[in-house]
Nanobody
Framework: QLHLVESGGGLVQPGGSLRLSCADSKATSLSFYTVKWYRQSPGEQRELVAGSGSGGSTDYAHFARDRFTISRDTAKKTVYLQMDNLTPADTATYYC?????????WGQGTQVTVSP
């Protein structure tokens, strides 16, 4: 069983960057999991941001393409979301999600606020 922990959120100015991290609190490897980042703003539905398959494939929401990069560090057992050129529209709570077969896990989220 995973206990996903996200980190790296915070307050950043428009045009700035943040790198979010997702790892299991007990240092379980995420190598075999499909890991995705989602985000949710108040009053809005949770939406997919980016995903990373266990085989190395990646996919992005249209708004994330060209600005965000999802990557894995196998040694550190961590999945990252590098976010560049942030805008106020990117303000949300960002969640990590891991799936392996019928097992699915969510983290508690990390807040990203983009404001002057």
């Amino acid at each position: 069983q995973l206990h996903l922990v996200e980190s790296g959120g915070g307050l950043v100015q428009p045009g700035g960057s943040l790198r979010l991290s997702c790892a299991d609190s007990k240092a379980t490897s995420l190598s075999f999991y499909t890991v995705k980042w989602y985000r949710q703003s108040p009053g809005e539905q949770r939406e997919l941001v980016a995903g990373s398959g266990s085989g190395g494939s990646t996919d992005y929401a249209h708004f994330a393409r060209d600005r965000f990069t999802i990557s894995r560090d196998t040694a550190k057992k961590t999945v990252y979301l590098q976010m560049d050129n942030l805008t106020p529209a990117d303000t949300a709570t960002y969640y990590c999600h891991a799936v392996l077969g019928c097992f699915t896990y969510w983290g508690q989220g990390t807040q990203v606020t983009v404001s002057p």
